[in-house]
Structures are given as structure tokens and as C-alpha cells.
């Protein structure tokens, strides 16, 4: 303000004086709560916020004498002390002005994971966090600029290759969803055939669980990067890959278990099941087994003709039972050849014991055994 002599003048300048104090006290607790939430998302420690405790007590003035007894009970008329802090203060609210832009900036900066093919855009991005200092653009507001500029170029650089991984990356999960629907039946079917006990290798928890890791964004490509850099529906970063020979495994894997359960069921209906089947149910069953078509295959083996084939052994007093091999495998490991004898004696005993077991209290029962795991 100009230095004014006639009292009107005065008056003038201590209105103005007023209306600035409260405007500034009005300012002061966006102010606090921008600096601290800054100081919590950079993780550093503001020097010398007791400054505005001291600006507001005295904007809390409602007249000039007011006013100047506080500046002297503060400051005690130390002209020089009362300055530092009103520019510390002045410096403390640009940098708050720019808590937006600067928490922007530090969060897409931390979430944004660079390859390491990609050396030069990572040198950039290191760059720009060590400059994101609270201290220094305290200090010197204006070296903003110049991290600003450095942090437009990066995501200019940053956005379409992300973008690009995000649309590829999701294209990917499409295929490998379709491929593990295109094997649902499948794995059902498999289940379903160990009800005949047939001691099949079941993967369906497995599909499941791979099934549901397999899960889709939801938002449309591009992914908007402009204010983060990962996409705020997914959080993919740039350097997670699709496992694509996980699932292209489990195909395999419920492929072999599915044609096993076929050659299983071929041995388990025998000449008798079949010459009780009057129905000829089991007809268009041994064919397509015959033929080796597993999609056919579990379009044919319905519920109902499992629940047929049951009844079908129950008639011929056929029971089988399951016998899983890995445990006699854990105490007979390693087998020298001296040895050999011993160890098949050993699972002839084991395999009595369970027929003796299935046998009881149903001695003219025929019992069939379904070795596995």
C-alpha cells in the first residue's frame, strides 16, 4: 500500500488492510488441510507451518489496533521476523495452490512401473521423482515449471504404450476365457465319470479358481491415462503378462484326463453290462468312445445314462472301487531290483486287502478296481 498522510487516506488503507486479513484467514484452513494432505501423499515433512498459527492470530484482527497489537505481541516489533513469515506464509499458500497438480503428479509417478527394456523412459520417470520435492518448490514455487514440462513429456511418452499393453493384455484374458469355456463341459464330465468311480484325475477346482483370475476389466479401451497411470478399474501395471501356457496347461491336462476317463469307461462296461442294456442306451456310448470323439463323448454321457450304467453293474453285481496308488507309491519310492519281488507282493497284498474290504458282507459281489492318484 501506499504510504497515505490525510485521514481519509487512512482510513482507506486500514479498510483495505481489514478485508485482506479476512480474506486470508478465510483461506487458512484449505490451506492447513492441502499442506498436510501433501505432506502425507509425499511422505515428507513440511519445516515452519508454526508460521501460520502466528498469520492467523493476527487476521483474526477486526480493527487496526487489534491488528497492530498483534503483530507486536508476536513479532515484538522485530519488522524483519514478521516479514520472513508473512513470505514463508505467502510461499506455504502457493504451494498449496498446487497440491492437485502435485499430488497428480507424485501418484502417477509411483504407480507407473517401467520395464526394464524400456531404459530411457525410466530414466525420465526417475527424474521427475526426484524433483518432487515439497522443500524445494516451497522455497522456489516457480521450479515447478520446469518438473511440470519434464512430466508432460513422460506421459506423452508413457500413455500409448500403456494404453497398448491394456488392450493386448485384456485381449489375451478374452482368449484365454473362451478357451476355458470351451472346456467346461469337459471338466464336468470328468467329474461326473468318477461317480462310476472311475478314480479320473478332476481338475474343476483348479478351473475355477484359473477361470476366475482370468476376469475382464470392464472399461473400454483406451484407458483414459491422462490423470493416472494405470487404469483406475483393473490397477494393471506395464509390467504384469498374461501366462497364456497356464491355461493352454490346464487344456491339455483336462484333454488327457477326459480321453483316460474314456478308455476307463471302455473297460468298465463289459460284455455282461452290455447284453443286460436291452434299451441299447449304451450303444451310441461305445461308439463314440470307439471313435475317439471327446466333444461327441460328453454331449452322449448324460446323467441319466450314467445313472443307467450304475443300475446296469448293480445287475451284474459289479462294484468298483477306487484304490489310490500315490500312497503305496510315497512308501515304496525308490525300488532296487533285488527289491522288486517284495514290492509286488507288497501291492498284491494291498490290493487283496481292499477287494476283501468290498467283499464283506456281498461275497458274490464282482468287484473291479480304479487305480489312481
Do not use: W
Not at 237 to 242: C, P, R, S, W
Amino acid at each position: 500500500m501506499k504510504i497515505a498522510t490525510r485521514p481519509e487516506g487512512i482510513l482507506e488503507q486500514q479498510k483495505r488492510l481489514l478485508l485482506s486479513l479476512r480474506s486470508t484467514r478465510e483461506k487458512i484452513p484449505q490451506v492447513t488441510m492441502n499442506l498436510k494432505t501433501l505432506s502425507s501423499g509425499f511422505g515428507q515433512k513440511l519445516a515452519r507451518l508454526e508460521c501460520i498459527e502466528k498469520i492467523e492470530k493476527i487476521c483474526a484482527a477486526e480493527n487496526y489496533a487489534d491488528f497492530y497489537e498483534a503483530v507486536v505481541e508476536i513479532f515484538e516489533l522485530d519488522a524483519v521476523a514478521f516479514r520472513a513469515d508473512v513470505g514463508v506464509f505467502r510461499n506455504l499458500v502457493n504451494l498449496s495452490d498446487q497440491a492437485t497438480v502435485l499430488l497428480t503428479m507424485k501418484s502417477y509417478i509411483d504407480d507407473a512401473i517401467i520395464p526394464e527394456e524400456k531404459a530411457d523412459l525410466a530414466k525420465s520417470e526417475d527424474f521427475i521423482r526426484d524433483k518432487l520435492d515439497l522443500e524445494s518448490f516451497l522455497a522456489d514455487i516457480s521450479e515447478l515449471e520446469e518438473v511440470k514440462k519434464q512430466f508432460e513429456e513422460f506421459k506423452r511418452r508413457y500413455g500409448p504404450l500403456y494404453q497398448i499393453h491394456h488392450r493386448d493384455y485384456y485381449a489375451k484374458v478374452r482368449k484365454a476365457r473362451e478357451q476355458l469355456n470351451s472346456i467346461a463341459g469337459k471338466v464336468d464330465t470328468i467329474v461326473n465319470m468318477n461317480t462310476l468311480n472311475l478314480n479320473l484325475p478332476a481338475s474343476k477346482a483348479e478351473y475355477y479358481e484359473l477361470l476366475a483370475r482370468m476376469k475382464e476389466c470392464g472399461l473400454p479401451d483406451p484407458v483414459p491415462v491422462d490423470t493416472s497411470s494405470i487404469c483406475r478399474g483393473c490397477r494393471l501395471t506395464l509390467i504384469e503378462k498374461h501366462d497364456v501356457n497356464e491355461v493352454n496347461s490346464l487344456v491339455k491336462k483336462v484333454d488327457e484326463n477326459l480321453k483316460l476317463g474314456m478308455n476307463r469307461l471302455a473297460d468298465v462296461v463289459t460284455r455282461p453290462i452290455l447284453d443286460l442294456d436291452k434299451e441299447k442306451k449304451l450303444e451310441e456310448l461305445m461308439k463314440t468312445i470307439k471313435s475317439g470323439d471327446s466333444t461327441r463323448f460328453v454331449k452322449v454321457l448324460t446323467n441319466s445314462l450314467i445313472e443307467h450304467l450304475m443300475k446296469l453293474s448293480e445287475e451284474c453285481n459289479i462294484e468298483t472301487i477306487r484304490v489310490s496308488f500315490s500312497k503305496f507309491a510315497k512308501k515304496y519310492a525308490i525300488v532296487e531290483e533285488d527289491h522288486v519281488e517284495e514290492v509286488v507282493k507288497a501291492f498284491r497284498e494291498v490290493l487283496l486287502k481292499e477287494v476283501e474290504n468290498a467283499k464283506r458282507g456281498k461275497p458274490d459281489r464282482k468287484i473291479r478296481i480304479a487305480l489312481g492318484e
